[in-house]
T-cell receptor, first 113, second 115 residues
Framework: AQTVTQSQPEMSVQEAETVTLSCTYD???????LFWYKQPPSRQMILVIR??????QNATENRFSVNFQKAAKSFSLKISDSQLGDTAMYFC??????????FGGGTRLMVKP | EAQVTQNPRYLITVTGKKLTVTCSQN?????MSWYRQDPGLGLRQIYY???????DKGDVPEGYKVSRKEKRNFPLILESPSPNQTSLYFC??????????????FGPGTRLTVL
């Protein structure tokens, strides 16, 4: 079974600064997908960014980028130019080639003005 | 608008009183699933369905039932709810071709409290 670990339960960052959220996973599979989801106070789950394991290039979506280290089984999320609206719970998730989507425990991010 | 809907959004009930949380998607997705979210544990999969009349257990299926009689609907049934089922529940669906097949669309969540 896959496991996903987010070692930072809570983080804070000043507005306009950069913050990196950590995620590690454990799997024996070679073909899989990784995601970061954002959950604001509204509780809606919003897909932030995704990465396919076979792609070496790190995914980027505007101010959000990932550092995917396949050998180290690490998938960190970098948020640049942090905004107050980035305040949320962030979940890292792993999906194998089958039907299971496994989530980490989440990191609560607070962006301070 | 493509979406996953859940009802009710909030529910307070008592131990042992059967309840159903409905989930519906309008994207013609084959795959649907239910998750529960608990502090520090992230989201854990309860049940999933690959298509009509095809369901399977996820990580935490005990105390739950599901059915998939129509492609768009995937209700979650708690036959005899207990306080340890107090949680935030999410329904999700995915489908389409290529990469889209792997992207989950989540409903707005249902906050359930069992007294």
């Amino acid at each position: 079974a896959q496991t996903v670990t987010q070692s930072q339960p809570e983080m804070s960052v000043q507005e306009a600064e950069t913050v990196t959220l950590s995620c590690t996973y454990d799997t024996s599979e070679s073909n899989y997908y990784l995601f970061w989801y954002k959950q604001p106070p509204s509780r809606q789950m919003i897909l932030v960014i995704r990465q396919e394991a076979y792609k070496q290039q790190n995914a980027t979506e505007n101010r959000f980028s990932v550092n995917f280290q396949k050998a180290a089984k690490s998938f960190s999320l970098k948020i640049s130019d942090s905004q107050l609206g980035d305040t949320a719970m962030y979940f890292c998730a792993f999906k194998n080639a089958g039907n299971m989507l496994t989530f980490g425990g989440g990191t609560r991010l607070m962006v301070k003005p | 608008e493509a979406q996953v809907t859940q009802n009710p959004r909030y529910l307070i009930t008592v131990t042992g009183k059967k309840l159903t949380v409905t989930c519906s998607q309008n994207m013609n997705h084959e795959y649907m699933s239910w998750y529960r979210q608990d502090p520090g544990l992230g989201l854990r999969q309860i049940y999933y369905s690959m298509n009509v009349e095809v369901t399977d257990k996820g990580d935490v299926p005990e105390g739950y039932k599901v059915s998939r009689k129509e492609k768009r609907n995937f209700p979650l049934i708690l036959e005899s709810p207990s306080p340890n089922q107090t949680s935030l529940y999410f329904c999700a669906s995915r489908g389409g071709a290529g990469w889209r097949l792997n992207e989950q669309f989540f409903g707005p969540g249902t906050r359930l409290t069992v007294l």
